[in-house]
């Protein structure tokens, strides 16, 4: 009996651990996020889609897969995230680059299921690059109608855009997006920067302003305290120096008491000798007034009485000299004047007289002179009778004998005409004669053959038909000059 039991139980255990090995090879189950796409013989759905489609889709709940007839492969239904970096120019032709990421994942309804279990069932890792693809796509075309602006001010427009245009692609590729960021926008040219520089100038000029006014009330406040407490330290140091001084007075007294008592003995003592001695300066004094003051006074008083008797003689004396002096000196001009005055009187009558003796002897000399001039007349026109007729006569001999006429001439002009020549050799300081006495004698014939050369040019002037020009005188002939030798010769 046991061992009958021993059998049955082993044999119960061993269907049991089939049947259970069965039902693990033939039971699914589909995890929260994940979705059971169950294919091949009897693969249907109590949904109207899911029949419609061949296959039978399983969420949440497990389901009996039939080995060798059904296949059974799991849709992940979690999160998926993929990044986007797009390259794209602006509205305003300002290149950009937008990096962003999409959080996308498969849709919870049949119809988002079977898209995707169609399209990535056996692809899934591939759904990043697809989504990339595709929403780079959409933000080219979206940022292309922005400005720079938009994009950095209203992120959530360009956000919504994107989804917006991407959800009917999305929905065909049973995929829904749970999140859009734009991450970053930057551009090459600096435009996003300088956008933002005045803001910032804005903002920094506030900042700056705003921490002077703080700067400058917290001066302020410190000044204020500082203020006060100096007012504070005074009023002690001053309340604490009149509580010293009153302490230092005290003391001081104190310490002067018996010093003050005996500098009031003192002064007394001093004011009885200041008095004593008061009383021996007067008596000094009344000394010096009887003894040497009074008989100095008297002595000066008599010096000065004196002196101003001699002053006043001097005086007198002075003033008396001085009006003999004053009356001397009227009788003296007394005396000048009666003397100028007889002389001026005695120059007139001489004047007087002189006139009259001149006025005589005028008349006298005129008549002398009438008379001398009337002899002077008649022997002037003697002469010239006398030589008009002297002149006659040698024209009348010069007609008949011109060389005897001239040769008289020459005769009685002979010593002036040598004396013309001779004048050649006045300027000569020095004269070397070569030839001797031979020189000389040359020297001296040619200064007395002057005189055959002036006949020479009279006879020229006369036969050229000129007696007429010679006025009764030979004009003396010039001889040749003589270059005198220089004693270098």
């Known amino acids: ?24 090879a033939v039971w699914r189950v589909a995890e929260p996020n994940e979705a059971l796409i169950i294919s091949g013989l009897g693969a249907r759905s109590r949904n109207e889609l899911a029949d419609s489609l061949g296959f039978k889709i399983v969420t949440g709940k497990g389901t009996a897969v039939l080995p060798g007839f059904q296949t059974a492969r799991r849709l992940r239904l979690d999160s998926r995230a993929t990044n ?10 300002i290149p950009v680059h937008v990096r962003g990421v999409v959080i996308y994942k498969v849709g919870d309804d049949f119809a988002s299921i079977a898209n995707a279990a169609r399209r990535f069932l056996d692809q899934q890792d591939s759904m ?41 692609e999305m929905s065909k590729l049973g995929l829904v997006v749970d999140s859009l960021q734009i991450q970053e926008i ?57 509580y010293q001084a009153e302490v230092d007075q005290a003391a001081a007294k104190a310490r002067q008491a018996g010093p003050l008592s005996d500098a009031t003995a003192r002064q007394e003592v001093v004011v009885q000798e200041t008095r004593a001695a008061e009383l021996e300066a007067q008596l000094a004094e009344q000394r010096l007034q009887s003894q040497v003051r009074k008989p100095a006074d008297a002595k000066a008083y008599e010096t000065v009485t004196l002196s101003q008797a001699e002053r006043d003689a001097r005086i007198a004396q002075a003033e008396a000299e001085a009006r003999e002096t004053e009356l001397r000196a009227a ?7 009666q003397a100028a005055a007889a002389e001026a009187e005695s120059v007139r009558l001489r004047g007087e007289a002189a006139a009259a003796a001149t006025q005589s002897t005028g008349l006298a000399e005129a008549e002398s002179a009438r008379a001398r001039g009337l002899a ?16 006659r006569a040698r024209s009348e001999a010069l007609a008949e004998n011109q060389e005897a006429v001239i040769a008289q001439q020459l005769a009685e002009n002979w010593p002036q005409i040598v004396e013309a020549g001779s004048k050649a050799f006045g300027n000569v300081d020095h004269m070397v004669v070569l030839n001797g006495a031979q020189g000389i ?27 007429a020009g010679l006025n009764g005188a030979v004009p003396p002939a010039t001889p040749p000059a003589t270059k005198p030798v220089d004693s270098a010769s």
């Open 331 to 337: 009788a003296q001009a007394s005396q000048v004047k």
């Open 441 to 467: 004698e040359e020297m001296l014939a040619k200064a007395l053959t002057l005189g055959g050369t002036g006949l020479g040019l009279a006879r020229s002037l006369l036969a050229n038909g000129t007696p």
């Open 376 to 391: 002077e007349a008649e022997a002037a026109k003697a002469r010239g009778l006398a030589e008009a007729e002297a002149i």
């Open 186 to 242: 930057e551009d090459e040219t600096g435009y996003i920067t300088n956008l933002g520089k005045p803001h910032a100038a804005k903002i920094a000029a506030a900042a700056r302003i705003a921490e002077a006014q703080r700067d400058q009330e917290a001066t302020e406040a410190e000044q204020v305290a500082a203020a006060k407490k100096a007012a504070a330290i005074r009023e002690s140091q001053i309340q604490q120096a009149g």
């Open 128 to 168: 990043n690059g697809a989504i990339h693809e595709l929403f780079t796509g959409h933000l080219r075309s979206i940022i292309g109608n922005l400005t720079v602006e938009d994009l950095i001010l209203n992120r959530e427009r360009l956000t919504s855009e994107v989804r917006g245009s991407a959800a009917d």
């Open 1 to 24: 009996m046991p061992t009958e039991f021993l059998v049955l139980a082993g044999a119960v255990i061993v269907a049991l651990v089939i049947v259970t090995m069965l039902f693990k």
């Open 84 to 93: 986007l970096q797009v390259s794209c120019v602006t509205q305003q032709g």
